[in-house]
C-alpha cells in the first residue's frame, strides 16, 4: 500500500470521489501543511494554522497508479485558482499536492507542466506541490461525511452534481 495526501477544497468533496475508486483502500479527511500541532476545525477554517482541508489516501499501485490518482484529482476541482474552491475561500481550501517521495513529486509535476503546456484549463494549474510533513485526522463528524449526510445541503448541491461529473468520467475505474 502506498498514501496519497490531496488537497482540492473541501475535504468532504474529495473523500467522497476517491472512496468509489477501485484500488483506494481508505480515504481520511484531515489537514496538512500547517504549523499547529494537532489543529481543530475551527482552528483550520480561520486560515491562520497554515493547513489545508486534505485527504489522505491509502491505495493499492498494483490497482490503481498515482499518476491515475492524480487524473481523477485535477478533474475534480478547479486547479486554477489560488486559495479558493467555488465559495470556499482561504488557504485552507488551496488546490495542493504533498508528495510522500520523489516519484510522486516527479510524476506530479511532470503532469502539472503538461497541464500548463497543453493549456487544458482556461487559466495556469496553480496547485501547489510540497514535501508531506504531517497529516492531523479531522474530527470524526468529518469522515464519510458525504455518506452519512447524503440529504444534507450541501452535499446535494456541491457533492452530488461533482460525484456525478466524476462517475461519467472515470466510468472504468469505479469499484
Known sequence: MEIATFGGGCFWCTEAVFKE????????SGYSGGHV??????EVTSG?????????IEFDPAVISFQELLEVFWAIHDPTTL????????PQY????FYHNEA????AEKIKQKLNDEKVFDKPVVTEITPW???YRAENYHQDYYENNPN?????????????????IFQDKLK
Open 83 to 90: 486559495n479558493r474552491q467555488g465559495a470556499d475561500v482561504g
Open 133 to 135: 510533513e504531517n497529516f
Open 94 to 97: 488551496r488546490s495542493v499536492i
Open 152 to 168: 444534507q445541503g450541501y452535499c446535494q448541491f456541491v457533492i452530488v452534481p461533482k460525484l456525478d461529473k466524476f462517475r461519467k
Open 48 to 56: 491562520k494554522t497554515g493547513h489545508a482541508e486534505v485527504i489522505e
Open 21 to 28: 475508486l477501485k484500488g483506494v483502500e481508505s480515504v481520511t
Open 104 to 107: 510522486q513529486k516527479e510524476i
Open 37 to 42: 500541532i494537532n489543529p481543530a476545525y475551527r
